[in-house]
Nanobody, 121 residues
């Protein structure tokens, strides 16, 4: 079994910063790409940022220049540093990881349970 556990969400004023963390644990052989999605009330889930195992990153246009994704492969952990937060960033943020389990051949996308980020104006 594999688990993704996020932390770091909370309430922050507009212009503030938060850092999200997500740890993958369990029967893991390899963690490939990791990423963050978010879902605001009444809206579809959207991709925020991704990072490959080699460190290549990509971002949604809405967060470019404000958010930074990084990872620590030794800890199977991905981070999302969020600066200059805006009320429009309010959402539940979900961690994802493309993981090959021990004894498996193929990788599957795993999701965390989500962490709430609320930005007040």
């Amino acid at each position: 079994q594999v688990q993704l556990v996020e932390s770091g969400g909370g309430l922050v004023q507009a212009g503030g910063s938060l850092r999200l963390s997500c740890v993958a644990s369990g029967s893991i052989f390899r963690v490939n790409a990791m990423g963050w999605y978010r879902q605001a009330p009444g809206k579809q889930r959207e991709l925020v940022a991704t990072i490959t195992s080699g460190g290549a990153t990509s971002y949604a246009d809405l967060v470019k220049g404000r958010f930074t994704i990084s990872r620590d492969n030794s800890k199977n952990t991905v981070y999302l540093q969020m600066n200059s937060l805006e009320p429009e960033d309010t959402a539940v943020y979900y961690c994802t990881a493309d993981i090959i389990r021990l004894g498996a051949v193929y990788a599957y996308l795993h999701w965390g349970q989500g962490t709430q980020v609320t930005v007040s104006s």
